[in-house]
């Protein structure tokens, strides 16, 4: 069973930056897309952004495009999450995910079967 584990979240003031990495316990598991998701205490979890991982197309939500910057590192297969100009709106707990096949529905979390156990990070004011 392969395992994503993210790492990097923690605490930092608005304006600041942090970087989340993803790395899988297998390195040569299938995927179509890799994603960022988030969710905040008594919300829902809601797509942050994600990478085709064959053409590393890109895709992103409004609220972090032109501050969020997703990328991978071939040569280790890690995944990051570059966070900029951190508002404290960005308080959540960030779960990396991947899916094994193409859909149309990139940004629901449902079509993403393999998910990391998450990293907080928490924005202050």
């Known amino acids: 069973q392969v395992q994503l584990v993210e790492s990097g979240g923690g605490l930092v003031q608005a304006g600041g930056s942090l970087r989340l990495s993803c790395a899988a316990s297998e390195r040569t598991f299938s995927r179509y897309f890799m994603g960022w998701f988030r969710q905040a205490p008594g919300k829902e979890r809601e797509f942050v952004t994600a990478?085709?991982?064959?053409?590393?197309?890109?895709y992103y939500a409004d609220s972090v495009k032109g501050r969020f910057t997703i990328s991978s590192d071939n040569a280790k297969d890690i995944l990051y999450l570059q966070m900029n100009s951190l508002k404290p709106e960005d308080t959540a707990v960030y779960y990396c995910?991947?899916?094994?096949?193409?859909?149309?529905?990139?940004?629901?979390?449902?079509?993403?079967?393999?998910w990391g156990q998450g990293t907080q990070v928490t924005v202050s004011s």
């Open positions: 995910a991947a899916v094994t096949s193409y859909s149309a529905d990139y940004r629901s979390p449902r079509i993403y079967g393999l």
């Open positions: 990478i085709r991982w064959s053409g590393r197309t890109t």
